[in-house]
């Protein structure tokens, strides 16, 4: 991997912990997981006990024990800096979890909210907006590249393919 592709990851995981980082006190912990989780059940009106939600839980609570391991840290929190080692390393390390692929699988079961094994243009607006309140007039774009066959919809295969290049 050349420095170029190597800066543009590091530089796609620190915009993920600016947005991870909801208390904004520039260490990523279990409660902003946690915010993160209450988002979606917001959002989509799921319950706690729904099994998306158990799903979703269960995801983000493994992947953070992930990155607690992999950061070398003997504390609850990670800074931007520890986080970006940790969420390389965890990335690549499919020993226990497959980071990318294990949340990419429970995330796309949320922005899918009629079930029907694909994403739509209302569904992942309603994602950008409710859920990672990305407000930005170009956000949507990220849709057309998401959908990657251009037939107007994002299959779950074309999610996970997006989630697994997001941090090659």
């Given at each position: 991997?050349?420095s170029?592709?190597?800066?543009?990851?590091?530089?796609?995981?620190?915009?993920?912990?600016?947005?991870?980082?909801?208390?904004?006190?520039?260490?990523?912990?279990?409660?902003?997981?946690?915010?993160?989780?209450?988002?979606?059940?917001?959002?989509?009106?799921?319950?706690?006990?729904?099994?998306?939600?158990?799903?979703?839980?269960?995801?983000?609570?493994?992947?953070?024990?992930?990155?607690?391991?992999?950061?070398?840290?003997?504390?609850?929190?990670?800074?931007?800096?520890?986080?970006?080692?940790?969420?390389?390393?965890?990335?690549?390390?499919?020993?226990?979890?497959?980071?990318?692929?294990?949340?990419?699988?429970?995330?796309?079961?949320?922005?899918?909210?009629?079930?029907?094994?694909?994403?739509?243009?209302?569904?992942?607006?309603?994602?950008?907006?409710?859920v990672l309140?990305?407000?930005?007039?170009?956000?949507?774009?990220?849709?057309?590249?998401?959908?990657?066959?251009?037939?107007?919809?994002?299959?779950?295969?074309?999610?996970?393919?997006?989630?697994?290049?997001y941090?090659?």
């Amino acid at each position: 991997m050349d420095s170029t592709t190597q800066d543009l990851v590091s530089t796609k995981i620190a915009m993920a912990f600016d947005a991870l980082n909801l208390n904004g006190n520039g260490q990523l912990e279990w409660a902003d997981y946690e915010a993160l989780i209450s988002r979606y059940l917001q959002a989509y009106n799921v319950s706690e006990d729904d099994r998306r939600a158990r799903a979703l839980r269960a995801y983000y609570q493994m992947y953070w024990l992930e990155l607690l391991r992999h950061s070398g840290v003997s504390g609850d929190s990670l800074t931007k800096e520890q986080f970006t080692t940790a969420t390389r390393l965890a990335t690549i390390d499919t020993s226990r979890l497959n980071a990318v692929e294990g949340g990419a699988h429970a995330i796309f079961d949320f922005i899918d909210a009629d079930g029907d094994d694909e994403i739509t243009k209302g569904e992942f607006s309603r994602y950008l907006r409710d859920v990672l309140r990305i407000q930005a007039p170009d956000a949507m774009d990220a849709f057309s590249a998401l959908d990657t066959d251009s037939d107007g919809i994002i299959s779950r295969s074309e999610f996970i393919r997006s989630a697994r290049e997001y941090l090659a």
